[in-house]
């Protein structure tokens, strides 16, 4: 294709991605850099049916004349990227500075908003990711071994997981593991504890979640593996048979061999959707013992009368930027490969 | 049958006609509101007065706290009233984007109580027309079970749930709305406002929450949280009718189920609830025509008549209301002298704060002094950007 073609055919796109793409992160980077401007606030007296008290208020004429001297606010430079919400350096200092070792440290950081958020995330996608994975790959394989007849609607069930809404299907679980639900009622007869239950406990909310997103999660992989499966060489195949190959090591040498390529695309975008988990946090409610970037970025926006724009807009960067350096290693290495087969 | 139905579409024709216009002579009034049952009464009787070249559209929606700003910033405004409560003017006031309604309620507001005028700084900014807040719901005949008298302080109420589960009545005897967020920050804000505490240093908007008052407050709400549920529940006064509906799913617990006012704390004497009140606003960015038919449509929706014909439907403010039993908890609040839950302008950020950061304490996680730390140190992070302090 010549370079004009080419051109001609992709502007309007990337004139699409530009606009509904580049331009609202640009605008997302300058909002994070500025905060409200001060607010002048006076003490008046306020009455109601209960009765008069002194109280504060914003003087909205003197707030209005800040606001049109300065329509983005005031130049808070990275003020809230180090704020106590997001990066927190003053708060790292002073605990690495004065603590009682290393668990004190630990857990003084994880007491700090973003690094809860971030520990629950990492942690998630680096369980959630593999794992699916690997689920994905064994009912592709078993998938592809069972009768013809039967094929189509065990794709489809398998396919389930992934179709159901993520806030109805975190729901359904949800309501099933509280403690009047059919799962929890039957954890807490086989332990024999009334007490036992997988929400209050932090350790076991975050296992509700892995295992939930494992489960939401599995499908995708499983269908990218599957069809994977029907271009697998039925040659190769059947020289490994002959060389003696049991089953197992068929699918160690010429399987997984074929399929690196896709696991290479399915890891990816697996761990970019991982890194971003939102739904489950709240279909589960599990915000007091497990919270993620999403969450931190909706909390801001869904404060009880105050949006915090500047703190979102700040953690919305900070996302992206884990995204980037998660997916590093891969793109590296795709990038590498790119070159080669062009040289 | 059919004779019901020509009845009442002749009544519903009659009192159109009757009503139509309500002496509007034009303008559109577009209503944002709340989504719970006493609000809908008024507004739908606010919406007959559409007619005569008087529209009436109305958005009921639990989302309302994130759509008012930005509908009433824009020129002209999505909506000409936002009906609103103590805590959620205060975004519409910071921004200026209500008007004073002196004016209006001088030239249309013969019905309206002084008492309902939500005055601040001298300017009528809304119009109150029901009241509302936590209070206690007792089970009697659990409680005559145990014999045992009613409680009237959170400590009586510990010991009395203590009594329930040790002779067998109930495993938990107490419940309270305690889920991480809006919540839990507003169990922190009863009980504090119970203990005589005050949440900013006067004047200003530094957090004051560290003290005395924060760490029995929090010591209280563990105790309560640890109690578990259910003959006596601090609950919304706008919820009664859903708890003692002789129609509802469990209609002899609501006969025995009796209203008291919120328990006090401390030794003190102010009840450990805030009070609450709902009102409307008239947006600031619309033509005085339409914010003169929104007036009036909701000063009708408002009349009195309205409270005298559905006494349980709230604790309403209007003229000549006689209070039945169904009102006792909130009134009961009122006359014990609750504080009003605050109007002012960071004490969003502030619930919000408390909402995120008790969750680990009441977990057990953390000391009270930490959580209140933890609190402080989240809130002023939020009032910082939000332009409050430096």
């Known amino acids: 294709m010549r370079h004009r073609d080419f051109a001609a055919f992709i502007l309007p796109s990337a004139f699409a991605m530009v606009l509904f793409i580049a331009l609202p992160i640009l605008s997302v980077a300058v909002q994070s850099l500025f905060v409200e401007h001060e607010q002048v606030v006076v003490t008046v007296e306020s009455c109601g049916p ?62 700090l908003p973003f690094y809860k958020a971030l520990a629950f995330t990492l942690v998630y996608t680096a369980l959630v990711t593999p794992l699916a994975m690997i689920l994905g790959f064994a009912v592709a394989l078993g998938v592809n071994n069972i009768p013809k007849i039967y094929k189509g609607p065990v794709i489809f069930l398998s396919l389930l997981p992934y179709i ?69 060489p039925q040659d190769t195949l059947e020289s490994a048979m002959i060389d003696g190959a049991n089953r197992w090591e068929r699918i160690r040498y010429v399987v997984m061999p074929h399929l690196v390529p896709l696991a290479t695309f399915v890891g990816l975008v697996l761990m970019m959707d991982n890194f971003r988990v939102f739904e489950p946090i709240i279909g589960f409610s599990s915000e007091a013992n497990a919270t993620s970037l999403s969450w931190s970025i909706y909390n801001d926006l869904n404060g009880q009368v105050d949006q915090l724009f500047g703190s979102a807009a700040a953690t919305s960067i900070l996302t992206m930027l884990g995204v980037i350096v998660l997916l590093m290693p891969v793109l590296i290495r795709t990038w590498r490969e790119f070159n080669r087969k062009a040289h | 049958m059919k004779v019901l139905t020509t009845t009442a579409l002749g009544l519903v024709l009659a009192a159109g006609m009757a009503q139509a216009g309500c002496g509007i002579e034009g303008g559109s009034v577009r209503i944002l509101a709340n ?43 999505q909506y000409t009233v936002a009906v609103v409560a103590n805590n959620s003017i205060v975004p519409l006031l ?147 009718n859903g708890h003692v509906d002789p129609d509802g799913p469990a209609p002899q617990i609501g006969e025995a189920t009796v209203l008291a006012a919120a328990p006090t704390v401390g030794g003190g004497d102010t009840p450990a609830a805030a009070l609450w009140w709902d009102g409307f606003t008239i947006a600031k960015n619309i033509s005085d025509e339409d914010a003169e038919a929104s007036f009036i449509a909701m000063v009708h929706g408002i009349r009195p008549e309205v409270a005298q014909q559905n006494p349980s439907a709230a604790t309403w403010l209007m003229k000549d209301f006689t209070a039945p039993d169904t009102a006792k908890g909130v009134l009961g609040n009122a006359k014990a002298g609750a504080k009003p839950y605050p109007m002012s302008p960071y004490m969003g950020l502030m619930h919000t704060a408390l909402g995120a950061e008790l969750a680990d304490f009441m977990q057990g996680k953390e000391s009270a002094e930490q959580a209140l730390a933890d609190v402080s140190a989240a809130y002023r992070t939020a009032a910082q950007e939000a332009g409050f302090l430096n």
Not at chain 1, 170 to 182: A, T, Y
Not at chain 2, 51 to 57: F, H, I, N, R
């Open chain 1, 50 to 111: 209960f009765g008069c008290e002194t109280q504060e208020k914003v003087d909205t004429q003197a707030t209005a004349a800040l606001r049109a001297e300065q329509p983005l606010g005031r130049f808070n430079g990275l003020g809230t990227y180090l704020n106590r919400a997001h990066l927190a350096v003053d708060e790292i200092g002073v605990i690495l500075s004065d603590n009682d070792g290393f668990g004190d440290v630990m857990a003084r950081i994880y007491n």
């Open chain 1, 164 to 232: 159901v809404t993520p806030l109805i299907g975190s729901l359904i679980l949800f309501w099933m593991i509280n403690s009047d639900g059919v799962i929890g009622a039957s954890l807490q007869w086989l332990f024999d504890d009334p007490e036992l239950s997988l929400k209050a406990s932090p350790t076991l909310t975050w296992v509700t979640l892995i295992v939930y997103g494992i489960w939401h999660m599995a499908p995708f992989p499983f269908v990218v593996f599957y069809a994977g499966l029907q271009t697998l």
């Open chain 2, 35 to 77: 989504d719970f049952d006493a609000l809908g009464l008024v507004i739908s009787e606010a919406e007959a007065c559409a007619g005569d070249g008087v529209t009436v559209e109305k958005n009921m929606t639990t989302e309302h706290k994130a759509l008012q700003v930005p509908a009433l910033t824009v020129d002209p405004a």
């Open chain 2, 94 to 240: 910071n921004d200026d984007l209500v008007r004073p309604l002196d004016d209006l309620v001088e030239k249309y507001g013969q019905s309206l109580q002084p008492s309902q005028l939500i005055k601040i700084d001298g300017q009528t900014m809304a119009i109150a027309f029901m009241g509302n807040g936590q209070h206690l719901f007792l089970r009697e005949d659990v409680l005559e079970e145990a014999g045992l008298e009613q409680p009237t302080t959170l400590e009586g109420i510990l010991e009395a749930a203590q009594v329930i589960r040790d002779k067998g009545i109930m495993e938990y005897p107490l419940a309270g709305a305690n889920q991480a967020g809006w919540y839990l920050g507003n169990e922190f804000v009863n009980t504090y406002l119970g203990y005589g505490g005050s949440f900013f240093e006067p004047g200003s908007a530094e957090p004051a929450i560290s003290g005395e008052a924060g760490l029995k407050t929090l010591a209280m709400m563990k105790a309560m949280y640890l109690a578990g549920d259910i003959a006596i529940i601090n609950q919304w006064g706008s919820m009664v």
